[in-house]
């Protein structure tokens, strides 16, 4: 790289005072550098393009994204939908299931992680070292070796047998991978928690009211017990009332009309101005919070980045919601009538059963091999896989930050916990864990981010993730780049996610420093 | 609490750090009665605890053990596809090159050791607990284990009336295990015998050096092939038969012998080297060199002269080893001498010459003014050669228009190596060895390969994981200093260009990053211009590990106080002095872990070709072996072995990395 403000050995002192050449003045070079850096990676990025195109065109191939609506036949080995009518749907799918997968993966990996972590630290030899080969052996072996050993053990489980019908037990685990009652929503579901609301509500204000009191008087008030107490009388109470509330139904259904009757157009323009609404506003809110009576922070990097992103998103949904409007709820929903449709179908006058049910997973043979049928839930071997791989490997990273956050609080603070009367579980409860998270809290984000990525390897077991499906779709479909566009979207939206989650609670617990 | 035990009541899940660095080295050792009290059984909570957690290890144990020694494992699956599993399919008559290449690095690593190696001792009574404790697990293995199934004389196993396998009794299972047992007395023998021997505490504490473990278990195991038949197997005319073919390198014992013989030699000319400059150097005592002074507090002696010379030469053979053992030794390229003698050697000298004379005129003292404008007019010139390749208007070779670039950075430099005749030297030294590596380079790599192996890929198994992770590696690092540099850097363009890519690599999985680059890349190519297969991977794995390391190196960067900066600028140096003698020596010092953390996890994720497509190291296992007709299915044992070796790397690795923390001193200042 040129320098320019290399000191000038030979300058004679006759240049002394006088402006230096133009080609050796700092803010030309360092300008000329950088627009020249620009204008290169512009050209490389347009030369790609254009090859790209020209070799599309050659193969008859066009850059849209039809396939989204179109129809492509394709089978989904697991999800909300197996037989998805469009690519798009495919694709929510695979979203689906990677979202499924990733929630709960660091639901389980958060909790295996802090525990690991903790028992590292535990004064009990055997513990402290088994939780240490735990470690050591888990985060140094690739984790897609872990997952392709998990299938491997799994896929040498005994085949389902052949007697049909419901399964005697709750729990069967096969080749065929793990089948347990499934729980869910039924008949009243929606108006029970119409009742629920109500409860929340009403449980909310009672406990905002004895608390205070407990603030005045310093009496013993129970106000988190009276709260519960309320939820659950409802709760109990509405399991049998709800279809009182059957008549939102017709709200929703006349509300789902009116809509119906307004141009699709203005509806369009309604929600793209909601969303740049949405961005605007929370722009605003950003930068009130970087403001000083002294004026505005200088912003870092990372802010000017985040507004762009705010607007990035922004963007998208507008055009979205411009271009894709017609797909849009089909895909989600899979029903022709829209969000109101679908709720006023949900709160139907007829619908007086529990809202809550229970059945046990049976066995059908619809081919040549017996399998498990719709009546269970049905956790293939390639979820259990991905699933164990990615919880278990993240486990041991997460172990390793809770454990150095652990250390990294002063030894004073356990001391002085001791020194009060604390038990030792109180303690690590309220003096040391919490200060702990704040060191913990950002690396466990990264890990969070990690695992999320880290399904995709779903790939290698064929569990019908984002990645996986979005393979089929291409190979079936030829629009390779269009489909790599949306992974990519989607992942770019499940960092920002996550790392925002983690923001917002990081901050929550630099207040609690102040 | 009313125990008066002086260590503080110790109770589970305490939030007390209990690391080594709580405990010092040399405190009194318990007796072992005492020792378990204290230890494992307290109080009832922990004690509950520590059933709980030896019943689980115990378990996990068994399972394992149940799972090697199992009747229906076959571990031949394993054993005959080893060479499958390392080389791939690389021909039997030039295995020489394979186990050549080996040396190399085996000499290489040897030197390294030599000339560097600081290594500590371990204390005898480790040895002791080692011993001991590798006989007890032994012993537990062989008493837990269950015992075999009873096989018939056709060797099948036997059943009972309900299909049942029927094992044998636990006293013949015992009775069988014989050799186990005998394994486990010699090495808790081996233990106790010292433990009796030096019974005196500093006896016990005192050290024997780590090398000589380092090379003498491996010495052992070379030792042990020519008394036991290990083999490696073949499956020939339906049967199985240990060490075939009569080529002395498809053999195992006469390479590994001469390896590990390669190893210690080669460790002992290190150290003869180390010791001849250093002794050289205090002769001869250079105070120049005092900006060393970050290591001395642990180096009694700093490396100096002679001793700095030689580990620049190792460190630059490291360097350049794969690139000379790839594209020489593993391909035998077939190289077009009339081309050669034609073009490349004539380009070559004029190059040499040519460059040489521009670089020694640009570092004149009085070059100035019109020295820069003339380094600036070469870069315009090699600008314009590429852009008149691109529009088709005249095209120069490939090569000249590399170095012309490359001659047109070397002249940009110029003015940090003007006036001194010794840095003038220096630099146009340097100008010909570039040209020299171009060149040769150039050369190499366009040569054909002539070593024929039956599938298209040319290398494959752990060979592949390698080459990767160790291209993959040497290219991410200058990308990844670049980007970091960039996003650190005041210019706003340069970081808004390098924060994008940064992020939005770091926000996609490496798998889609992959699949772009094996199955897009292609598309972006212009007509005539291909890719193979590996090269896009690596070049995917290249891009996508600079955006981490470059994460890594910024950390460090970050760290750099401000007054280096400003000290720098007052002492007068340059910003390209300031950045590369001040500012990336100590960020990169700081760096260091997470860096080789950041090396752990690229060989790790090598293990992604296997989903692209690639024969690496875990496709053998997962895929090719359980194909093959013998072994139909065969899975579990092959993806148990490569963990093993995937998991002693990477540990290796990390352990390496942790004593280079304590080296160079983090954490401690």
Known sequence: MSDPRAPDRDASLSTLGT????????????????????????????????????SLRARGANIDFDFISDHIG???????????????????????????????????????GVLVGLARLSSNWPLRRLAGVYVEALRNIPLLVQILVYAAVLASLPNVSFDMGPIPGWVHLSNKGLSIPRVFVADGFYQWAVVMLIGGVIARVVFKRLAARREQTGMQTNAGAWATGIVAVFAIVGWWVHPIF????????????????IPQGVVQLVAALAAAGVAVWWIRRFLAQHRTPAGLVRLTDDDWFRMIFAVAGAAIVVLFVAVLWPGLSSWIVN?????????????????TGAPIDAMRPDIVQPGNFPNYGPAGLNLPIGFAAVYFGVVFYTAAFIAEIVRGGILAVPKGQSEAAQAVGLRRSTALRRVILPQALRVILPPVGNQYLNLTKNTSLAIAVGYSDLVQIGQTVYNQTGKTLQVMAVWMLFYLACSLTISAAVNFFNIRLRIVER | MTDPMPPAAPTALAAEPVGPAASPPDRPSLPPGRWIRENLFPNARNSILTVFAILVALFTYRGLLNFMFSEERSWIAVRTNLRLMFTQAYPEHQYIRVWVTVGLVVVLAGLSAGIWARWGGVTLKRLMGWL?????????????????????AAGETVRDDVGELVRESFAAAMADRWVWWAAALVLFGLGLALWLRFDDLARRTSEIPVAWLVFGLPGLLVASTWVIRYGHYAFADGEFIAEPGQLVAMSTRVPWTVIWLLLVGCFGIGRVARSRAIASSQAVPDAADDDEGAEDEAAPELPRGALAKTRAIVNLAWVLSPFFLYWVVMRDPEIDYAHVFSTMLP???????????????????????VGR???????????????????????????????FLLLAVAGLLAPNFAGVAAQRRRLVGAWLFVVLLVFYGATVINAPSTIETPTDMFIGGFSVTLLVS????????????????????????????????????RGVPLITLLLFFSGVLPLFLPDGMEIAELAAAILGYTLFSAAYLAENVRGGLQSIRRGQYEAADAVGLTTTQRTGFIVLPQSLRVSIPPLVGQVIATFKETSLLAIIGLFDFLRMANSVVPNQSQFLGVRREGLLFISVVYWVVAFAMSKYSQRLEQRVGLGQR
């Open chain 1, 74 to 112: 394709i089978k989904v080995g697991w999800g909300i939908d197996t037989n998805p009518d469009s690519g798009g749907r495919a694709l929510w799918v695979g979203m689906v299931n990677t979202i499924r997968m990733a929630a709960a993966g660091i639901a389980l990996a958060s909790v295996v």
């Open chain 2, 373 to 403: 404008l003339a380094a600036i007019g070469l870069l315009l010139l090699a600008a314009f050669h590429w852009v008149a390749a691109f529009f088709g208007w005249y095209s120069m070779l490939q090569v000249a228009r590399i170095a």
């Open chain 2, 470 to 505: 160790v291209l993959t590696i040497m290219l991410s690092f200058p990308i990844g200093v670049l980007l970091a540099l960039a996003r650190t850097s005041r210019q706003p363009i340069f970081r808004v260009l390098s924060t994008v890519y940064i992020e939005v690599i």
């Open chain 2, 132 to 152: 001991m404790s590798g006989g007890g697990l032994v012993a537990v293995g062989v008493l837990i284990r269950e015992p075999s199934v009873l096989t018939d």
């Open chain 1, 246 to 261: 059957g008549w939102l139904g017709g709200v929703f259904g006349g509300l789902s009309d009116a809509v119906g009757s």
């Open chain 1, 19 to 54: 402006r230096p050449p133009f080609y050796r003045d700092a803010t030309v070079v360092r300008w000329i550098a950088q627009v020249g850096t620009l204008i290169l990676v512009l050209a490389a990025l347009w030369f790609l393009a254009t090859e790209a195109g020209d």
């Open chain 1, 335 to 351: 029903s022709s009538s829209d969000g109101l449709g679908v709720l006023a179908d949900k709160f139907g006058n007829g619908r």
């Open chain 2, 347 to 369: 380009m070559g000298l004029a190059f040499g010459v040519v460059g040489s004379a521009v670089l020694w005129w640009l570092t004149r003292s009085d070059a100035g003014e």
